[in-house]
């Protein structure tokens, strides 16, 4: 956030806060130090124990049922569950909530580490300050998930800004080869959405 200015390349907001954009020759640069940052906040966030409701692998943050648009948009609305899902005992579980009916033989396999899950990682949701990561907000969605969650719903969200998803990816292949799931996922996301 910049004070005011007469430059083009300046965006008032509210608050009397105004935005900045960066020359292109630095996108690499900020890139991949973002990039750096993001697996640093990620792998932090991944390696926080569950110390909530032992019974069940996959919940929320406090470990009840979870809210996650990519769970409403998969399901046929239930008025007494309301856009909640769960608690899953296992993954097992999980997989069947996200199973579309009409492709029986697209779910995902099972035996992925469940680790903490911001849930909704997208560009709107990345907070920075001088050119540098300072914040991760909008934690709704955050809960028990499998490994693969993060990667995979930051596709669901983003798939036109193609700059954002090669980061993405490039964060993600550290932690992990979600490709199978992001396959998984793809199909279901066409055939169901």
């Known amino acids: 956030m ?51 409701a032992p019974k069940y692998a996959i919940t929320n943050v406090l470990g009840k049922a979870c809210y996650d648009g990519r769970l409403i948009t998969g399901s046929v609305y239930d008025e007494a ?32 580490e469940i680790v903490l899950t911001h849930g909704d990682l997208n560009m709107r949701n990345i907070m920075m300050h001088n050119g540098r990561l300072s914040g991760i907000i909008d934690w709704e969605t955050c809960g028990w998930f499998p490994d693969y969650w993060d990667y995979t719903k930051a596709h669901f969200i983003t798939k036109i800004h193609r700059r954002w998803l090669r980061i993405v990816d490039a964060v993600f292949e550290k932690l992990g080869n979600f490709e199978a799931e992001l396959a998984v996922e793809r199909q279901l996301w066409w055939y169901c959405y």
């Open 2 to 52: 910049y004070g005011p200015s007469c430059s083009f390349k300046v965006q008032r907001l509210r608050f009397g806060l105004y935005l900045k954009t960066t020359p292109t020759r630095r996108y690499p640069m900020l890139a991949n130090e973002f990039a750096a940052l993001q697996l640093e906040c990620l792998s932090e966030l991944r390696a926080i124990p569950k110390e909530v």
């Open 81 to 112: 569950r309301g856009d909640f899902f769960g608690p899953f005992v296992d993954e097992d579980d999980f997989n069947n909530t996200l199973r579309c009916i009409p492709l029986p033989n697209v779910v995902h396999s099972s035996g992925h």
